[in-house]
């Protein structure tokens, strides 16, 4: 399982989800800078967490239009896996790759706290070694994790089983639409998430709970 | 030329930041404030000369990048 992490300026968890996907599919993801116009032979690209351009204009907005993001969008299209975290997943969104948008919390505040989610789709290339309706922690840290979309998208997300990750029952911590932690494109390749995994995989950091999410790449 | 553009949340999106200036008012004494909407402006100065060429070029960069056109509206004068 070949990955790459994509960095952009501003972007700090890069380092994380570079060593929780070597720490446990065993292949060192490949690192790729944002003025790349193409991304090297892979399996999964991953837009990591942070705060790419400082969230000038709109969070993931300028991140969203690099050179790479040409080339991620175009490779997508014909089935490369992706995942974002966080601000990847703001920037994959701002690109167009998943539907809606990323707006302010509804209370305003920034949050930094372990959430609980729900595992709603195990179906997928980073869930496939969860049970449906798993509950897992998993921290959180964004002021821009409001998920919203149109009626009609959030019909069809439901509708399509494309709600991966939901804030378990009381846990949401920016008011996001039906407690949406995290969806994926129509055909299952492009999977978003505001949540940080990559936090929550090893003894360290407190808890685990994390590790059968990557450890489900292997099985992809 | 000169693009004066803004950039406003589409009706229905939900807008705290605009909520909270809304009670800041209100904690300052002012009375009959009703809703607040926060937006964006931007000034775009171009070399183009042509108006019609000028306002299609504004709108092609609007929809690209100046507005996510998911949740915001905007809306261009050029001078």
């Known amino acids: 399982m070949k990955s790459a992490v994509v960095v952009f300026p501003g972007i700090n968890r890069e380092r994380d989800m570079m060593l929780a996907l070597e720490s446990i599919t065993g292949v060192k993801p490949v690192s790729v800078w944002h003025t790349e116009t193409e991304l090297p032979k892979v399996d999964l690209v991953v837009v990591p967490g942070g705060f790419s351009y400082g969230d000038y204009l709109r969070c993931g907005a300028i991140a969203a239009r690099s050179p790479i993001m040409q080339d991620i969008r175009a490779k997508a299209a014909k089935g490369l896996k992706v995942l974002g975290v966080c601000n990847g997943f703001q920037i994959i969104t701002e690109a167009g790759l998943l539907p809606g948008a990323l707006v302010r919390n509804k209370d305003l505040r920034f949050v930094c706290r372990e959430v609980k989610l729900t595992v709603e789709n195990n179906q997928t290339f980073f869930t496939n070694r969860m049970k449906k309706g798993a509950v897992v922690s998993c921290p959180v840290a964004h002021g821009e994790g409001n998920y919203i979309c149109d009626t009609e998208t959030l019909k069809r997300l439901e509708g399509e089983n494309r709600v991966v990750f939901r804030y378990t029952h009381g846990t949401n911590p920016n008011g996001a639409l039906n407690d949406i932690a995290g969806i994926m494109n129509e055909a299952g390749t492009v999977i978003g998430m505001m949540p940080h995994p990559e936090n929550m995989i090893e003894p360290l950091h407190g808890k685990t709970d994390c590790r059968p999410l990557f450890e489900s790449l292997l099985a992809a | ?79």
């Open chain 2, 1 to 79: 030329m000169k693009a004066k553009i803004k950039v406003t949340l589409k009706n229905g999106v939900l807008d705290p930041q605009g909520k909270a200036i809304e009670g800041a008012l209100g904690h300052l004494g002012f009375g009959g404030v009703g809703e607040v909407r926060q937006g964006k402006y931007f000034e775009i100065e171009l070399a183009e000369t042509d108006t019609a060429k000028a306002k299609e070029q504004v709108k092609a960069m609007c929809d690209k990048l100046i507005a996510n056109t998911v949740i915001e509206n905007y809306d261009i004068e050029l001078a």
